[in-house]
């Protein structure tokens, strides 16, 4: 069982940051893959970014060169920082990871956190 909390959350105007972070209950040396997902008003739920425990990332096209995907494995965190927001970018971003168990592999989601870019 893995528990996901994310927090850094909030109100920003455009032009501005927010660092998200994501606290794992579990060692996360231990899990191959994080992502960062976000779901706007009436959108479905979509990729952000991705980390693996290799140090390798991947960014949806929409947050490269802006957003930052990080782990921190002495925090056991999983951070993303967030640069040049604008409205588009207001959405319920959500810590995301999977676990392959030798009965299968388990999806695990954090309960989420909402940024809003407005002015």
């Known amino acids: 069982q893995v528990q996901l909390v994310e927090s850094g959350g909030g109100l920003v105007q455009p032009g501005g940051s927010l660092r998200l972070s994501c606290a794992s209950s579990?060692?996360?040396?231990?899990?191959?893959?994080f992502g960062w997902y976000r779901q706007g008003p009436g959108n479905v739920r979509r990729p952000v970014a991705t980390?693996?425990?290799?140090?390798?990332?991947d960014y949806a096209k929409s947050a490269e060169g802006r957003f930052t995907i990080t782990r921190d494995n002495a925090k056991n965190t999983v951070n993303l920082q967030m640069n040049s927001l604008k409205p588009e970018d207001t959405a319920v971003y959500f810590c995301?990871?999977?676990?392959?168990?030798?009965?299968?592999?388990?999806?695990?989601w954090g309960q989420g956190t909402q940024v809003a870019v407005s002015s």
């Open positions: 980390i693996r425990n290799t140090g390798g990332t």
């Open positions: 995301n990871t999977e676990v392959d168990y030798t009965s299968g592999i388990e999806g695990y």
């Open positions: 579990v060692d996360i040396k231990s899990i191959y893959q």
